[in-house]
């Protein structure tokens, strides 16, 4: 049974040609049945006008507009050749239906004035008044014809219009959907530049240090002994601070997944994992720069209050990645400065150095293949996210500087 009625979905045509049969017989039978009460020439009308209804109902849903101006032709066929109504004028309502329910307004407009008009012109055409009750008889079959075709029309017009309003209601599924889509990809986007941020900020940081002292380390090693050996120091100490923000990292990117699957890991983290660096480990990151040889003057000015945790996080990279860029390019007779002013509302965080500096700005926006620029690219988008400024490029009479104001009334931002 359901094949069935798949096969006669996929194939209305077959319905409506069995309809359409089926209406040229029942006009065939009453044509015989009135034969004695017919002219010759209403004979062969007629069969022509059986033939044709037989065809509107046909292929009402292939051609609908061509059948409805058929079934009119039809229509004035009968008026002019006298050819009263029959069986195969219930066509007329079918292709009324079909029309209405399209989505061709011209043809939908033709068709309702079509319904207005036809029973009129057939009660005139066909009504012979004897007296006032086959008068009145005849108001109200006309006033009843009238609405039946008002009605087929109401009815397609209402298919119409549902139709129409699944088809937008799908439209926006799929509008929805794609949106999603795009906010998903967005998404993925912004957590990989995340991730390739703090990777950065962390591996290009402490493994310049490691590099750093190994050559320093290497360089010495036959002449100074214990130099050697507080450079293999730093080397460890900055190699396992390093690993913890690692570790810390991953357990960020873990959480999510954690929690999702209902096990402890959100308790394992808050064991195992230290918290993102704040303006109170810059102290400590200072110093592992000093022992590295580079000269640093730390200040704060200002009073230090509490600050959004992305701000803090934004000021330790900044600096992070400042006094790494004077280590690698500066110089070897360079030193730094470093200022944390608190504003009323905003944090600015100076970093700046008097070696002989980097190459021209525009090198470091583009990056390269050694990695240059990526640093100034990661701490812009840093700013950028908490709402701040900053301003990047060469010192007036050499090194290089850099300023950003961070604004202290902003949600937090991820890392």
């Known amino acids: ?5 798949e096969f006669l979905r996929r194939h209305p045509t077959l319905v409506d040609g069995f309809w359409g049969f089926m209406l040229f017989a029942l006009t065939i039978a009453w044509l015989v049945d009135t034969l004695p009460e017919l002219s010759e020439g209403q004979e062969t009308a007629g069969g022509l006008t059986a033939v044709l209804l037989g065809t509107v109902v046909t292929l009402r849903r292939r051609r609908p507009e061509q059948m409805l101006l058929l079934a009119l032709a039809v229509g ?5 050749t006298g050819v009263e109504p ?23 407009r033709l068709a309702l004035a079509g319904a207005l008009a036809a029973p009129a012109l057939a009660s005139v055409r066909w009504h012979e008044p004897d007296d006032f009750h086959s008068t009145g008889a005849a108001v109200f079959e006309t006033v009843l014809m009238t609405v039946c075709f008002a009605l087929a029309w109401v009815l397609g017009d209402s298919l119409r219009t549902r139709r129409a309003y699944y088809a937008e209601l799908e439209e926006r599924a799929t509008r929805l959907e794609q949106e999603r889509e795009a906010r998903a990809r967005m998404a993925v986007v912004a957590e990989r530049a995340r991730i390739a941020r703090e990777l950065h900020d962390v591996v290009a940081h402490n493994v310049s240090v490691m590099v750093v002292q190994a050559d320093g380390a290497a360089y010495v090693l036959d002449k100074d002994v214990e130099q050697a050996r507080s450079a293999l120091r730093t080397i460890s100490t900055t190699g396992r601070q390093a690993l913890t ?16 699957n209902g096990t402890a890991g959100a308790a394992v983290g808050e064991q195992d994992y230290v918290p993102q660096p704040g303006v109170e480990q810059l102290g400590e990151l200072v110093q592992r720069i000093r022992d590295t040889g580079l000269p640093v003057d730390f200040r704060i000015e200002g009073s230090p209050r509490p600050l959004p945790s992305g701000v803090e996080l ?7 990645e400042a006094l790494t860029n004077t280590r690698k390019h500066a110089g070897p007779e360079a030193g730094a400065r470093v200022r944390l002013r608190y504003g009323g509302d905003t944090l600015t965080v100076l970093a700046e150095d008097d070696g002989r500096g980097a190459r021209p700005v525009g090198a470091y926006e583009s990056g390269g293949a050694d990695g240059l620029g ?28 850099i300023s950003a104001t961070l604004p202290l009334k902003t949600r937090d931002c991820p890392a």
């Open 1 to 5: 049974m359901n094949k069935l009625y």
């Open 76 to 80: 004035v066929f009968q008026l002019v």
């Open 86 to 108: 029959n069986p195969g004028n219930f066509a007329f309502l079918v292709i009324i239906f079909t029309v209405a329910s399209r989505q061709t307004r011209w043809a939908s």
């Open 245 to 260: 923000e690692m570790r810390r990292l991953l357990g960020v990117l873990r959480e999510s997944n954690a929690t999702a």
């Open 314 to 320: 934004t000021a330790y990279r900044i600096v992070q």
């Open 374 to 401: 990526h640093g100034l690219i990661g701490m812009r988008e840093r700013v950028g996210m908490v709402g701040g400024e900053l301003l990047a490029g060469p010192r007036p009479g050499g090194g290089f500087r």
